[in-house]
């Protein structure tokens, strides 16, 4: 396994697509404090209600909420790039014909599947940390040029809680990157793996909407499904009132008759198994000589 994960993290640091990716998440928490900080000396009060003003907004991208503000980026539009980068992983080796190279040269084909999605986890977790960093570091500059300076947040609790939130974003990702995942394995391509794990981050809040909207049977068929159970999670990370929030915040589920946190996170777990345990049986059964 030493062996298979250093090849995929070769071919992986090397491969265009895994920078492009990254510099796209940096690019995105960057434009996305510009922004904010631009639309906060522009307009003296803003929100759906205009219930907030310039000086909350300013004040929420001090160096106090950058971890979780990077996190909700991270956990929102980063996830997309990260089942893009899934699916390039295994569904290139397809296009370009190394399928049946890996597969012959590695001591096994399960093994080869699982160390090449062990890195695409690391890496995914690595853009994430970058991601805050960066956000960490533009919200000191904009901090210290403000004279908002103030490190007495920073206690232990704190701490413990933007580790928690890091985990927690990096959970909610996984499902969708293994769904892009098997359904590249399994379709043989790219286009297949990116379609089935984009399609289905965009499309399924909307259906759950109608479903919730539907009444009975319907409004309880969400809580089996991804997005409702990823918000359960992603709505225990804490996040300035200010700043927008892309997914359902605790206001918001409340009175949805959603999962707990426990049930939530089996829900998780279990397509997370169920969608590598797929891409493993598709990958173990087919025959690559016959090619794509």
């Known amino acids: 396994m ?12 090397k491969r265009m697509m895994t920078w492009v990716v990254g510099i796209l998440l940096i690019a995105l928490v960057i434009l996305l404090y510009t922004v904010l900080w631009s639309i906060s000396g522009r307009v003296s009060h803003f929100g759906e209600h205009n219930q907030f003003s310039a000086e909350d907004l ?23 790039l990260a089942i893009i980068l899934a699916a390039g992983a295994v569904g290139s080796e397809y296009a370009w014909g190394t399928v049946r190279l890996m597969a012959t040269a590695s001591s096994g084909r399960v093994r080869l599947l699982l160390a090449k999605l062990a890195v695409i986890f690391a890496l995914t977790a690595f853009g994430v940390l970058l991601a805050v960093l960066v956000a960490v570091a533009y919200s000191a500059i904009i901090t210290y040029a403000n004279g908002g300076s103030d490190y007495s947040f920073v206690t232990a609790s704190f701490v413990r809680g933007e580790f928690a939130a890091f985990g927690r974003t990096l959970f909610v990702m996984a499902p969708y990157i293994s769904l ?31 479903m919730r909207a539907g009444g009975s049977p319907w409004k309880d068929i969400p809580n089996y499904l991804l997005n409702a159970n990823v918000d359960v999670i992603s709505a225990q990370n804490a996040l300035p009132a200010a700043l927008p929030r892309f997914g359902a915040s605790r206001a918001d589920l409340i009175g949805q008759n959603v999962n707990s946190l426990e049930g939530a996170t089996l829900v998780l777990i279990l397509y997370i198994v169920g969608f590598v345990a797929l891409a493993l049986f598709a990958y173990r059964r087919r025959d690559i000589t016959a090619g794509a």
């Open 2 to 13: 030493t062996r298979l994960l250093h090849v995929e993290f070769f071919k992986l640091r």
């Open 58 to 80: 300013r004040r929420a991208l001090f160096l106090q909420g950058s971890v979780p503000f990077a996190l909700e980026i991270a956990g929102s539009f980063g996830t997309i």
């Open 180 to 210: 892009g995942f098997a359904a590249a394995v399994i379709g043989r391509s790219t286009l297949a793996g990116a379609a089935a794990g984009i399609g289905t981050a965009f499309i399924e809040p909307l259906v759950t909407g109608l």
